[in-house]
DNA sequence: TTACCAGATTAGAATTATTCTAATCTAAAT
DNA sequence: ATTTAGATTAGAATAATTCTAATCTGGTAA
């Protein structure tokens, strides 16, 4: 916490109450929460807190590369508390999103004629799957 | 044009001047139109057509497997009249995306972890890069 | 310690994509 | 020609996100 506190004071980044309760909620947290799962959380302690301050303060840690916003839900952004490239598997019954640390760098080569239209900056692999809960649903149903 | 209706006839699939200009429209058509995409073009042609009618036709396709929806800008869902299995790379500058249909299946293997808890059914690269045009503007501002 | 102000917070409105509703219409089977 | 399941429509509803403009405050420097 206290590193945190000197993390961010570091780079010029105002500390309000606010704040901290996010930067705790999203500290060493593995999932992949929504606005909305945020601003619920710190709402417990900050009562009168608005979207708007979750929404502005993702994008400020965006900005600062602290986090990461993901493309894999289409109905909501997920937010990755862990700015290190990694994949993704997200579960097509729940969405269930789980973590996925291989690097496939090496095999991601582009072809020609991707390169000499596009200056590749970075990938990501979006999985997809039904987990293990879900494919018992499954299973009732049937 | 004449085979699409047979195609589309033979799949039960009611054949309205709507959606035979949808078809048409999505027929060949190697950009990744979104929902508004299509429903201008449609409009010029039968003005009183709405949305819900792209919505629900779009809806349809997919679910006959004629058309994918692609999870790659945050804002709007975009779909790909090309349902064979490819990636995608998109410009971060003008959201231009690009096909990539290299088969990079082999190198996708999923770490034990993963498979132990989902049953794996899909995947789909996101590519990032910056297109030339854009290349060009940011030289510009420079 | 205090005064200051750039930047943060807020409530609520606005925007935007998408879905829903319920009345009407129509393709195509009989 | 009749029938009807399914398609179309206008418009309302929903939901995620962004914007606005008034107010507040953390951190700096006198
Ligand atoms: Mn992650
Ligand atoms: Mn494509
Ligand atoms: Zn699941
Ligand atoms: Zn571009």
Redesign the interface.
Known sequence: MKELIAKYREKGFKLTPQRLAILKFLDGNTGHPTAEDIYNSIKKIYPTVSFATVYNTLQTLGDKGEIL?I????QK?HYDPNPNPHHH?I??GCNKI?D???D?S??????NR?VE????????????????EC?KKQKRRN
């Open positions: 916003e493309t894999i839900d289409p952004k598997i579960c097509l789980g996925i640390f291989e496939y090496e095999a991601l080569r582009l072809p991707i239209e596009f200056k590749p900056v970075g990938n990501h692999i979006n999985f997809y799957g039904i987990c293990r494919q």
